[in-house]
Structures are given as structure tokens and as C-alpha cells.
């Protein structure tokens, strides 16, 4: 069984598209990608014997093939629902579906990629298929929003290109032939690092740092995901951060072994300057998608930094980072059923949800606990590991800027997000009653979320742990 069927069967299905099939083929391909990925990350399979070099099913891959194709299940299980519901939506499905089906084969051919080009190509295709499904239909600021994201995307991912070209020539330089396979490339980078590493390093942090909103390319992201759809917004925050982040991954694999102290302070001062953008833009906004986007961009601060200690913090980092996936997912979803029931992103606006929209009221309580790093959450644990892990690696002064700011997010969001649950409703809106069905995909995520807070499987344990030693973690 070949890991190039995760590719090509939502290509297939892509053209199969049509306004009536179109959320049924989006649940078919999830269900179908979902389950390949999930016995991939349970049975090892050795690629070798499939003839494709250019294809790894290594533990990253296996790692976040899961991730994102269980997420792609969830939010099409979403829109499915959504427009059974809400059948006025329709009528623009058909051009979202086979856009999304597009999205989840190139992200899913950035996972599995053993090439470094080839992966930068897949992830390039991500932002051709997702800046089209931002825009909405006589809302001319979405239109904006899609052209900032697609002139940011790149940008940044020119600079990961340049990035590339720089470490090739560092690779030459040394006297070696340059090769960009993965499983080739740590056999000739090792020495010390010349001016043409450091370059390429650090166009490379930045590049695919602009993907996942890392400080300073950071401004397009809070205007995109408060534009976008809900269901796009889930996609971009919990699907494609996570391809850019396998990008990061697959060069922090390659080059932390022989360059160490220039990753680690790179990523620590990116990290650092995110999290003060996130805190400061967190305490200033009113809208409830820019706040949970200014919140992607302090999860994006504390990966970064996650990664520059790397060693004992690498296991509380993946955890981190796949809880926050699940979280992006509820939360964004959540914030597109508040926006349709009042009205408004406005947060003094919005009082009651518990009462007004008990099931939308609950996960956005939960997911506000699980962002903020509350336990049982996965989060929490991860969190609680980056934190030690700065003390061990002696980063006193970081450790104490990092418990500051994220002591000034958890203020600032409770403020503004938990009056929004529990306080009086200031206007009764008619709507139907909620549904089990509607809120389903939402359910799995938090039961995900909380499972990693409390118990891992062995295999799933196992591969975590796999991903984490691929870092350098002890």
C-alpha cells in the first residue's frame, strides 16, 4: 500500500466534484485519508519495496499525516453539516470543495515528501488552493484579506527557496555533492557552519516562520483567518500550519545536530518577539477570530521556542503541537457559529452563550481552558515540558520573559472571552435548537484534546516519542 494514495485519492475525487456531491465527497475523502493515515502511523510500512525515493513514510510523516487528515475529516464532517442546514451556502460548495480536496492533497504530499523541493512545491500548492476559499462572495475586505495571504505565502516561501539554494552551496563548498533528498542530506552537512549555512538557516526559519505567522511576518494572518470561513480558517490554522511546521521539522533534522547553539538562539528570539506581538494584540482586540488568531501567533512563539531548547522539551513540544491543532479546530469552528447566531465578532457583544448556544458555549469554554494551558489538556503537559526544559538547558531569562507573557495572554483572553460564556445575554436572537450532529466533529477533537492530557496509547506514545528523537530530544 502506497503513502501516494493519500495524494491521489481527494485529486480523484477533486474532479469528481459537482454542487450536489461536493460535501459528500469531502467527508468520503476524509474518511478514506483519515484511515490510510491512521494504519500508516500504526504499522510501520518500509517504503523501499515501492520503488518511490522521492516518498517517506518516516515517523514525522506518519505523525502528521494523522494529524492533519483525522482535522480534514472533522471540518468536512463540519461543512457537510453546515450545509445541510443552511442550504442558502450552497451555492458557491461546489468551487470550495474540489479547492479543499486540492488543499488536502498537496498537504498531505508536503508530509510525506523525501525531497526538500518537492515539499516546498507541495506547500506552495497549499496557498494556490486555499487563497481562492477565502474569498466570499460580496465581501470585498475577504477579497483583501486572500491577496495579503497569497502575497505573503510568497514571500515567505521564496525565502525558504533562497533558503535552500544558500545550504546547497554551503553543501558544495564543502567539498561535497549537493543533494536536497532527506534521507541523503545528513551524510553531507556535517563541519562547521560556513556563511553560507547560517544564510540558508536563517532564510529558511524565516520563510517557512512567515507560513505559520511567526514574528516578523506575522500581519497577515489575524486579516486572514478573521475573513476566511470558518471551515477555511480551521483549514489554514490547523492543516497548513502544520505542513509549514513539517518544512521547519525537516530542516531542524537535517542541520541541529551540527549546528545546535545557531538553531536554538534563532528560533528562541523568533518565538520571544511572537509571543509579545500575540499578548500585546490579544489585549487590545475585540473581535473574537482576530483574538483566537493573535493566539495561533503565540502558539507559533512557544513551538519556535519548543524547538531552539529542543532535547527533554522536543516530547512536550509535539504534544503541544498536536493538542493546539485540535484546539484551532474547536475554537475557529466554534467562533463561525457564534458569528452566525449574533450577528457579530464583537465580544461585548455576544453574553450567555452557555444559555443562548449551550453546545457552541461549551466548546468555547473548554477550548479557551485547553489554550490558555489548563489541565487535563495536552497543553498543559507540553507546555509544562518547554518550560522545563528551559530551566535544564539554563535559560533563566528566557524562562522568566516566557512565564510573563504567557501570565499577560491568560488575563487578557480570560477577560474578554469568559464574560462572553458566562455573563447576562443582552439580546434573546431565535435560532434553532442545537443539534449532536452539528457539534460532532468538535466532540472528537476534545476528547483528542483531552486524551493527551490523560492517556496516550503505547503506538501513539511510541511515535511520539520516534518524532522527538528525530529532533535530538533526550
Given at each position: 500500500?502506497?503513502?501516494?494514495?493519500?495524494?491521489?485519492?481527494?485529486?480523484?475525487?477533486?474532479?469528481?466534484?459537482?454542487?450536489?456531491?461536493?460535501?459528500?465527497?469531502?467527508?468520503?475523502?476524509?474518511?478514506?485519508?483519515?484511515?490510510?493515515?491512521?494504519?500508516?502511523?500504526?504499522?510501520?510500512?518500509?517504503?523501499?519495496?515501492?520503488?518511490?525515493?522521492?516518498?517517506?513514510?518516516?515517523?514525522?510523516?506518519?505523525?502528521?499525516?494523522?494529524?492533519?487528515?483525522?482535522?480534514?475529516?472533522?471540518?468536512?464532517?463540519?461543512?457537510?453539516?453546515?450545509?445541510?442546514?443552511?442550504?442558502?451556502?450552497?451555492?458557491?460548495?461546489?468551487?470550495?470543495?474540489?479547492?479543499?480536496?486540492?488543499?488536502?492533497?498537496?498537504?498531505?504530499?508536503?508530509?510525506?515528501?523525501?525531497?526538500?523541493?518537492?515539499?516546498?512545491?507541495?506547500?506552495?500548492l497549499?496557498?494556490?488552493?486555499?487563497a481562492?476559499?477565502?474569498?466570499?462572495?460580496?465581501?470585498?475586505?475577504s477579497?483583501?484579506?486572500?491577496?495579503?495571504?497569497?502575497?505573503?505565502?510568497?514571500v515567505?516561501?521564496?525565502?525558504?527557496?533562497?533558503?535552500?539554494?544558500?545550504?546547497?552551496?554551503?553543501?558544495?563548498?564543502?567539498?561535497?555533492?549537493?543533494?536536497f533528498?532527506?534521507?541523503?542530506?545528513?551524510?553531507?552537512?556535517?563541519?562547521?557552519?560556513?556563511?553560507?549555512?547560517?544564510?540558508?538557516?536563517?532564510?529558511?526559519?524565516?520563510?517557512?516562520?512567515?507560513?505559520?505567522?511567526?514574528?516578523?511576518?506575522?500581519?497577515?494572518?489575524?486579516?486572514?483567518?478573521?475573513?476566511?470561513?470558518?471551515?477555511?480558517?480551521?483549514?489554514?490554522?490547523?492543516?497548513?500550519?502544520?505542513?509549514?511546521?513539517?518544512?521547519?521539522?525537516?530542516?531542524?533534522?537535517?542541520?541541529?545536530?551540527?549546528?545546535?547553539?545557531?538553531?536554538?538562539?534563532?528560533?528562541?528570539?523568533?518565538?520571544?518577539?511572537?509571543?509579545?506581538?500575540?499578548?500585546?494584540?490579544?489585549?487590545?482586540?475585540?473581535?473574537l477570530?482576530?483574538?483566537?488568531?493573535?493566539?495561533?501567533?503565540?502558539?507559533a512563539?512557544?513551538?519556535?521556542?519548543?524547538?531552539?531548547?529542543?532535547?527533554?522539551?522536543?516530547?512536550?513540544?509535539?504534544?503541544?503541537?498536536v493538542?493546539?491543532?485540535?484546539i484551532?479546530?474547536?475554537?475557529?469552528?466554534?467562533?463561525?457559529?457564534?458569528?452566525?447566531?449574533?450577528?457579530?465578532?464583537?465580544t461585548?457583544?455576544?453574553?450567555g452563550?452557555?444559555?443562548?448556544?449551550?453546545?457552541?458555549?461549551?466548546?468555547?469554554?473548554?477550548?479557551?481552558?485547553?489554550?490558555?494551558?489548563?489541565?487535563?489538556?495536552?497543553?498543559?503537559?507540553?507546555?509544562?515540558?518547554?518550560?522545563?526544559g528551559?530551566?535544564?538547558?539554563?535559560?533563566t531569562?528566557?524562562?522568566?520573559?516566557?512565564c510573563a507573557?504567557?501570565?499577560?495572554?491568560?488575563?487578557?483572553?480570560?477577560?474578554?472571552?469568559?464574560?462572553?460564556?458566562?455573563?447576562?445575554?443582552?439580546?434573546?436572537?431565535?435560532?434553532?435548537?442545537?443539534t449532536?450532529?452539528?457539534?460532532?466533529?468538535?466532540?472528537?477533537?476534545?476528547?483528542?484534546?483531552?486524551?493527551?492530557?490523560?492517556?496516550?496509547?503505547?503506538?501513539?506514545?511510541?511515535?511520539?516519542?520516534?518524532?522527538?528523537?528525530?529532533?535530538?530530544?533526550?
Amino acid at each position: 500500500m502506497s503513502p501516494l494514495l493519500l495524494v491521489a485519492v481527494p485529486l480523484v475525487l477533486a474532479g469528481l466534484v459537482s454542487r450536489r456531491s461536493a460535501t459528500l465527497l469531502l467527508v468520503l475523502a476524509g474518511l478514506v485519508d483519515a484511515a490510510l493515515a491512521i494504519t500508516f502511523a500504526a504499522v510501520h510500512i518500509d517504503i523501499s519495496a515501492l520503488g518511490a525515493p522521492w516518498v517517506t513514510t518516516d515517523a514525522t510523516a506518519r505523525l502528521f499525516l494523522m494529524l492533519i487528515d483525522v482535522i480534514f475529516l472533522g471540518i468536512a464532517g463540519y461543512v457537510w453539516n453546515r450545509v445541510r442546514t443552511t442550504p442558502e451556502i450552497e451555492h458557491d460548495i461546489a468551487r470550495i470543495g474540489r479547492l479543499a480536496l486540492v488543499f488536502l492533497a498537496a498537504a498531505n504530499a508536503v508530509v510525506i515528501a523525501n525531497h526538500m523541493l518537492v515539499m516546498w512545491i507541495a506547500l506552495e500548492l497549499t496557498t494556490f488552493a486555499a487563497a481562492p476559499m477565502i474569498i466570499r462572495a460580496g465581501v470585498p475586505s475577504s477579497r483583501k484579506a486572500s491577496w495579503s495571504y497569497f502575497l505573503f505565502s510568497m514571500v515567505g516561501l521564496a525565502l525558504a527557496w533562497l533558503g535552500f539554494q544558500c545550504l546547497g552551496r554551503s553543501i558544495e563548498a564543502s567539498g561535497a555533492t549537493p543533494t536536497f533528498f532527506l534521507d541523503q542530506m545528513p551524510r553531507v552537512v556535517g563541519g562547521e557552519a560556513d556563511l553560507w549555512r547560517k544564510l540558508g538557516l536563517a532564510l529558511c526559519f524565516l520563510g517557512f516562520g512567515t507560513k505559520m505567522g511567526l514574528a516578523p511576518m506575522y500581519s497577515w494572518l489575524p486579516e486572514t483567518y478573521d475573513e476566511a470561513p470558518p471551515a477555511v480558517t480551521a483549514l489554514l490554522a490547523a492543516v497548513q500550519f502544520n505542513c509549514a511546521l513539517v518544512g521547519l521539522l525537516r530542516v531542524l533534522e537535517v542541520y541541529r545536530a551540527a549546528n545546535p547553539e545557531l538553531v536554538s538562539q534563532q528560533l528562541v528570539v523568533i518565538g520571544l518577539a511572537s509571543m509579545v506581538v500575540s499578548a500585546v494584540s490579544i489585549i487590545a482586540t475585540r473581535n473574537l477570530k482576530r483574538l483566537i488568531a493573535y493566539a495561533s501567533i503565540n502558539h507559533a512563539g512557544v513551538i519556535a521556542i519548543g524547538l531552539g531548547i529542543g532535547k527533554t522539551a522536543s516530547y512536550g513540544l509535539l504534544l503541544y503541537v498536536v493538542s493546539n491543532a485540535f484546539i484551532k479546530a474547536i475554537l475557529f469552528l466554534t467562533a463561525g457559529k457564534i458569528k452566525a447566531h449574533y450577528g457579530t465578532k464583537d465580544t461585548r457583544e455576544i453574553r450567555g452563550l452557555i444559555q443562548d448556544l449551550p453546545y457552541s458555549g461549551l466548546f468555547l469554554m473548554v477550548g479557551t481552558f485547553a489554550l490558555l494551558g489548563f489541565p487535563p489538556f495536552g497543553s498543559f503537559l507540553g507546555e509544562l515540558l518547554i518550560l522545563s526544559g528551559l530551566v535544564r538547558s539554563g535559560q533563566t531569562l528566557v524562562f522568566v520573559a516566557f512565564c510573563a507573557i504567557i501570565t499577560m495572554t491568560f488575563v487578557a483572553t480570560g477577560r474578554t472571552v469568559f464574560p462572553m460564556i458566562w455573563g447576562e445575554p443582552r439580546r434573546k436572537v431565535s435560532w434553532p435548537a442545537q443539534t449532536l450532529a452539528g457539534a460532532a466533529p468538535k466532540l472528537v477533537f476534545l476528547i483528542a484534546l483531552v486524551a493527551m492530557g490523560i492517556y496516550m496509547p503505547p503506538t501513539v506514545n511510541a511515535l511520539f516519542r520516534r518524532v522527538a528523537g528525530a529532533l535530538g530530544g533526550e
